[in-house]
């Protein structure tokens, strides 16, 4: 799930998107017959979520008899492609999904609708942040992903290695690596993975009091020498043998690595409790902890948040069902469906799904979780990330040079946005 969150738009299409909304007019909604039926669009990209969705906007219409709600589904792969040409259009679904690495450039550049006074301590405050730019709210979060520590049980036992729990440090992390690793089976204590910052340097570098962008989104933090550090705990492990190298993670995926009994942990997403659950080749060696603690304890949260267009031509009934979408009611609906909703309090029965892992460690989190990193063109140096850092993960430069030149490129891209 939170993979496919983690994209954004190229730098072509920020460029495109504002030209065209600047030249969008005014909506009519003050002209609309109050008593009148509407029908407000609302847009989603995860077909597993469509019957949630759909069960929330009969309930929410059983309430406003007057407002249907059309869930529109748009696959990942087109949705950003089709949301941007309607936001150019000025035809933008009434009400819509956005994360995080979109979320400034649409709100920046007069695509979404700030959003009335709502009571924003029923929610996480990172996630409260991340749909927040210049002092105004965008969005109300719908739902969250922390990232924990993954295992392999029987590896561990055979290892006769005592399994992860919310005392393990880094330290600790790295003397468990050494006895998990038998390069003779061609067994590994993880993949250092390097696509995936959400769930893997992203984590560590917080846990090394690091940063990946200044809290005003204007400078990179990739110069700081915690920052370094937190790149150092991957490189570290490809370079003690206790990873595969970066190769083999590109032809192989480490979640199937990590599936297959190739690796012992895994750095990975709330998301994974499901494909984890239902794979027969892990399903009963499988549990997770929380990550462990750097200098300090830390794990990045990300989630969606339901916005409403700000050309829309039903602002006050879209209104009301995007309270009604960040309520309790319609978050307990989620919590069922397998997804961790934002309202605090409602996430027991994502819970009780799998009793079988310890998934309140992923809930435990909450209390250090940091918002993912993001800046009104977060897509020009997520690119730059993997262009400068991939040198370091080959062992080919050292960590410090790559990100000293990652931090430069990335400043010239913020300057520019």
Same mark, same amino acid.
């Given at each position: 799930?939170?993979?496919?969150?983690?994209?954004?738009?190229?730098?072509?299409?920020?460029?495109?998107?504002?030209?065209?909304?600047?030249?969008?007019?005014?909506?009519?909604?003050?002209?609309t017959?109050?008593?009148?039926?509407?029908?407000?669009?609302?847009?989603?990209?995860?077909?597993?979520?469509?019957?949630?969705?759909?069960?929330?906007?009969?309930?929410f219409?059983?309430?406003?008899?007057?407002?249907?709600?059309?869930?529109?589904?748009?696959?990942?792969?087109?949705?950003?492609?089709?949301?941007?040409?309607?936001?150019?259009?000025?035809?933008?679904p009434?009400?819509?999904?956005?994360?995080?690495?979109n979320?400034?450039?649409?709100?920046?550049?007069?695509?979404?609708?700030?959003?009335?006074?709502?009571?924003?301590?029923?929610?996480?405050?990172?996630?409260?942040?991340l749909?927040?730019?210049?002092g105004?709210?965008?969005?109300?979060?719908?739902?969250?992903d922390?990232?924990?520590?993954?295992?392999?049980?029987?590896?561990?036992?055979?290892?006769?290695?005592?399994?992860?729990?919310?005392?393990?440090?880094?330290?600790?992390f790295?003397?468990?690596?050494?006895?998990?690793t038998?390069?003779?089976?061609?067994?590994?204590?993880?993949?250092?993975?390097?696509?995936?910052?959400?769930?893997?340097?992203?984590?560590?570098?917080?846990?090394?009091?690091?940063?990946?962008?200044?809290?005003?989104?204007?400078?990179?933090?990739?110069?700081?020498?915690?920052?370094?550090?937190?790149?150092?705990?991957?490189?570290?492990?490809?370079?003690?043998?206790?990873?595969?190298?970066?190769?083999?993670?590109?032809?192989? @995926?480490?979640?199937?690595?990590? =599936?297959?009994?190739?690796?012992?942990?895994y *750095?990975? #997403? %709330?998301?994974? $409790?499901? /494909?984890f659950?239902?794979?027969?080749?892990?399903?009963?060696?499988?549990?997770?902890?929380v990550?462990?603690?750097?200098?300090?304890?830390?794990?990045?949260?990300?989630?969606?948040?339901?916005?409403?267009? @700000?050309k829309s031509?039903?602002? =006050?009934?879209?209104?009301?069902?995007?309270? *009604?979408? #960040? %309520?309790?009611? $319609?978050? /307990?609906?989620?919590s069922?469906?397998?997804?961790?909703?934002?309202?605090?309090?409602?996430?027991?029965?994502?819970?009780?799904?799998?009793?079988?892992?310890h998934?309140?460690?992923?809930?435990?989190?909450? @209390?250090?979780?940091?918002?993912?990193?993001?800046?009104?063109?977060?897509?020009?140096?997520?690119?730059?990330?993997?262009?400068?850092?991939?040198?370091?993960?080959?062992?080919?430069?050292?960590?410090?040079?790559?990100?000293?030149?990652?931090?430069?490129?990335?400043?010239?891209?913020l300057?520019?946005?």
């Amino acid at each position: 799930m939170a993979r496919f969150r983690r994209a954004a738009l190229a730098l072509a299409g920020a460029v495109a998107l504002v030209a065209a909304t600047a030249a969008c007019g005014d909506d009519d909604s003050g002209r609309t017959d109050p008593n009148a039926t509407v029908t407000l669009s609302y847009a989603v990209w995860d077909k597993n979520q469509v019957p949630a969705m759909q069960e929330i906007a009969s309930a929410f219409t059983k309430q406003n008899r007057n407002i249907v709600v059309d869930v529109q589904l748009t696959p990942w792969e087109t949705y950003w492609t089709k949301l941007k040409a309607a936001a150019t259009g000025g035809t933008a679904p009434d009400v819509f999904w956005m994360n995080g690495p979109n979320f400034q450039l649409y709100a920046t550049n007069d695509v979404l609708a700030p959003l009335d006074t709502f009571d924003t301590s029923n929610y996480p405050k990172a996630l409260i942040d991340l749909y927040t730019v210049d002092g105004k709210q965008y969005g109300i979060p719908k739902d969250f992903d922390t990232v924990g520590l993954w295992y392999n049980k029987a590896l561990f036992d055979a290892a006769d290695v005592t399994y992860p729990d919310d005392t393990w440090t880094w330290e600790t992390f790295k003397a468990a690596a050494a006895k998990l690793t038998d390069k003779a089976k061609g067994q590994y204590a993880i993949a250092a993975n390097l696509t995936s910052a959400q769930e893997y340097q992203y984590n560590t570098i917080y846990q090394a009091g690091g940063s990946v962008i200044s809290a005003d989104g204007k400078t990179s933090g990739y110069a700081d020498p915690a920052t370094v550090q937190g790149l150092k705990f991957w490189t570290d492990l490809i370079a003690a043998g206790q990873s595969p190298d970066l190769k083999t993670m590109t032809d192989t @995926a480490s979640i199937n690595l990590f =599936e297959s009994g190739k690796t012992a942990m895994y *750095y990975g #997403g %709330s998301w994974n $409790a499901g /494909e984890f659950t239902t794979n027969a080749s892990i399903k009963s060696k499988v549990d997770v902890a929380v990550l462990p603690k750097g200098v300090k304890q830390a794990t990045v949260i990300h989630g969606l948040a339901n916005v409403i267009s @700000a050309k829309s031509a039903h602002k =006050e009934q879209a209104w009301k069902f995007v309270q *009604y979408l #960040g %309520s309790r009611q $319609a978050a /307990e609906i989620e919590s069922k469906a397998g997804v961790i909703p934002a309202f605090n309090g409602t996430q027991q029965a994502w819970v009780d799904r799998h009793p079988e892992l310890h998934l309140q460690a992923l809930l435990d989190e909450l @209390a250090y979780a940091v918002p993912f990193p993001v800046s009104r063109n977060t897509a020009a140096w997520n690119e730059l990330e993997m262009t400068y850092l991939t040198p370091a993960w080959n062992q080919r430069e050292g960590v410090s040079s790559a990100a000293n030149k990652l931090a430069t490129a990335m400043n010239d891209a913020l300057a520019k946005e």
